[in-house]
Nanobody, 124 residues
Framework: QVQLVESGGGSVLAGGSLGLSCTAAGRMFSGYALGWYRQAPGKEREVVAAISWNGATTEYSDSVKGRVAIARDNAKQQVYLQMNGLKPEDTGLYYC?????????????????WGQGTQVTVSS
């Protein structure tokens, strides 16, 4: 069974930075678009960033645009999210997942069971 393992979360002050990583156990990222998602307490899961299968296209939610960057390494089966200028509203559990295309990734129509996520807490 494919497992998604997210890491890199932590507690930071507003304005700080964090770099998240996600690894797929099993070589199942290749050919798929990938996304980073977050779920804040009491809220629905939302897409934060998405990247095409070859890394040529990236898209971001309006709430993080200009502050985060998504990247992928297909050889390592990893996807990354660099977050700068963090705000308290960025607080939440962050997950990665895959989909056949950017459209499915953005629609949260994802391929694999969710991992455990990595917690990001931003305090003011």
């Amino acid at each position: 069974q494919v497992q998604l393992v997210e890491s890199g979360g932590g507690s930071v002050l507003a304005g700080g930075s964090l770099g998240l990583s996600c690894t797929a156990a099993g070589r199942m990222f290749s050919g798929y678009a990938l996304g980073w998602y977050r779920q804040a307490p009491g809220k629905e899961r939302e897409v934060v960033a998405a990247i095409s299968w070859n890394g040529a296209t990236t898209e971001y939610s309006d709430s993080v645009k200009g502050r985060v960057a998504i990247a992928r390494d297909n050889a390592k089966q990893q996807v990354y999210l660099q977050m700068n200028g963090l705000k308290p509203e960025d607080t939440g559990l962050y997950y990665c997942n895959a989909g056949p295309s950017l459209s499915e990734v953005k629609a949260i129509d994802v391929r694999y069971p969710w991992g455990q996520g990595t917690q990001v807490t931003v305090s003011s």
